[in-house]
């Protein structure tokens, strides 16, 4: 479904990734781990065409992107849930959701998306900026689904959250992936990703170092420790 060859990304002069190859089949949640300043963020927006030099081939559904406005991506059927959330803090939740939406893509509409997260029904009257971190990270997912996207890229929406809400955003992910739905994570926390991961990608340095399933990993914990900064 979505494939990376070769891909080197650049922010002016900086070389950010080197040569990454990666793979999210349809269907499968493929998370991407590393500490920060790995190269990432830097793969998710250069999927998704934040990134204006771009070498090597990003295929979607067997089409390169690679040249491709990031508005163009998104019309293909490519979704963002960014890091920090970012949603309008003075809109509601109800109008967060509605701004972007594209009904005519699929079956995401707001009643959906109130099954989904319940929570948001129960605030979908209040502002954005009065929400909690992880009422916000809800609706940030919630918002990338309303474009009905056939993937999502997810770039931390866990971070900052209290164990209780991570708990509650996982278990609609969770949810998601039942649902079918394509999924490229970036998670910091090793329990989390590998709680709903199908495969498992390691970053360092902008290269992929690791890759295999999450059980391969459990087994080779000194991987993890050398790249994740992990205690013993």
Not at 8 to 21: C, T, W
Not at 70 to 95: C, D, M, W, Y
Not at 101 to 113: F, R, T, V
Request: without cysteine.
């Amino acid at each position: 479904m979505l494939k990376l060859n070769n891909v080197n990304s650049f922010y002016g002069s900086s070389h950010i990734l080197h040569g990454v190859n990666l793979e999210v089949k349809e269907g499968q949640v493929v998370t991407l781990l590393g500490r920060n300043g790995m190269g990432k963020t830097t793969t998710m927006h250069s999927i998704i065409g934040f990134v204006s030099k771009v070498q090597g081939e990003i295929l979607f559904e067997g089409q390169n992107m690679a040249s491709l406005q990031s508005h163009q991506i998104a019309k293909k059927g490519i979704g963002i849930v960014p890091q920090g959330r970012r949603i309008f803090p003075n809109l509601t939740v109800t109008e967060n959701l509605t701004v972007f939406a594209d009904s005519k893509k699929g079956d995401w509409n707001l009643e959906k998306i109130f099954h989904y997260f319940p929570r948001l029904k129960e605030r979908e009257k209040s502002h954005a900026g009065t929400l909690s971190g992880g009422e916000q990270s809800m609706l940030s997912i919630g918002r990338a689904l309303m474009r009905n996207p056939k993937i999502l890229l997810l770039d931390e929406p866990t971070e900052g959250l209290s164990p209780l809400m991570v708990s509650e955003v996982m278990d609609v992910l969770l949810k998601l992936k039942e649902s079918g739905m394509s999924m490229l994570l970036v998670e910091q926390n090793i329990s989390t990703a590998l709680r709903i991961a199908d495969d498992v990608y390691i970053l360092s340095k902008g290269k992929v170092v690791f890759h295999d399933n999450p059980e391969e990993l459990k087994n080779n914990m000194d991987i993890a420790y050398h790249h994740l900064a992990l205690s013993s």
